[in-house]
């Protein structure tokens, strides 16, 4: 069984998605701990629910980002895990950071990467008249965004859509399309091998459509 441990800053919906699937079988991981970087972060209550352990590594305690990085990483490191799931958390990575964990740290991101790197996805792609968006699951890497893109899910923009209904459609996505991609890793179909994603011995040029 692989040993995760999550990163999160906020309300923790595709952690507990992650941790529905975990319970039930259907990843073969074990969440060894959820670290957040903020003290009032809801999903540390589904943690604590859960019965995971949980950790604060506070960015606001810290003069610089290398000094919040480096205790970070010892407290990842602490749970020996085979991968870390950043599950919406909103901390920009020091490279020497990424680099430490390169192959065994996923991100998701609510854009069809690369369109929308960053924040404000939904709005941008409804302002750009797109008629779909969707989520992303990467591989971090040093550039924001822009690791190697694993598997990706869609949604539809309709005309009535706002950022915030898109959003929601979206997020509805990220729930099936991230615990999924945690499987594949867990069951060692999802590997990275210089610089690209293999799923069942293939390389992935091209995201997977889940
Ligand atoms: C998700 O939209 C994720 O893609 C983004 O932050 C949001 C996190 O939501 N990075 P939650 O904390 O998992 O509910």
């Known amino acids: 069984m692989k040993n995760i441990v999550v990163l999160i800053s906020g309300?923790?919906?595709?952690?507990?998605a992650i941790i529905d699937q975990c319970a039930d079988g259907r990843i073969n991981g074990k969440i060894a701990a959820v670290i957040s970087n903020?003290?009032?972060a809801y999903g540390l209550q589904r943690a604590i629910k859960a019965g995971i352990e949980t950790e604060v590594v506070?960015?606001?305690?810290?003069?610089?980002?290398t000094g919040f990085d480096a205790l970070?990483?010892?407290?990842?490191?602490?749970?020996q895990p085979d991968l870390v799931v950043l599950a919406g958390f909103m901390r920009i990575l020091t490279d020497d950071f990424v680099r430490h964990f390169l192959g065994r740290m996923i991100n998701i991101h609510p854009s069809?990467?690369?369109?929308?790197?960053?924040?404000?996805?939904?709005q941008r792609a409804i302002e750009?008249?797109?008629?779909?968006?969707?989520?992303?699951?990467?591989?971090?890497s040093p550039e924001l965004d822009g690791g190697p893109l694993i598997a990706h899910s869609t949604v539809s923009i309709e005309r009535k859509d706002d950022a915030l209904s898109l959003s929601k459609k979206v997020?509805?996505?990220?729930?099936?399309?991230?615990p999924e991609v945690i499987r594949w890793f867990c069951a060692g179909n999802l590997t990275y091998a210089e610089?690209?994603?293999?799923?069942?011995?293939?390389?992935?040029?091209?995201?997977?459509k889940v």
């Open 11 to 16: 309300g923790g919906s595709n952690l507990q």
């Open 38 to 40: 903020r003290p009032d």
């Open 58 to 65: 506070d960015h606001t305690t810290f003069a610089d980002r």
């Open 72 to 79: 970070l990483l010892q407290r990842i490191e602490h749970y």
């Open 112 to 122: 069809l990467l690369p369109k929308y790197k960053g924040l404000n996805t939904h």
């Open 128 to 140: 750009t008249g797109d008629k779909e968006a969707g989520a992303t699951v990467h591989f971090v």
């Open 171 to 178: 997020l509805a996505k990220e729930h099936q399309l991230y």
């Open 195 to 208: 610089g690209l994603p293999r799923l069942n011995g293939e390389t992935l040029q091209f995201p997977v």
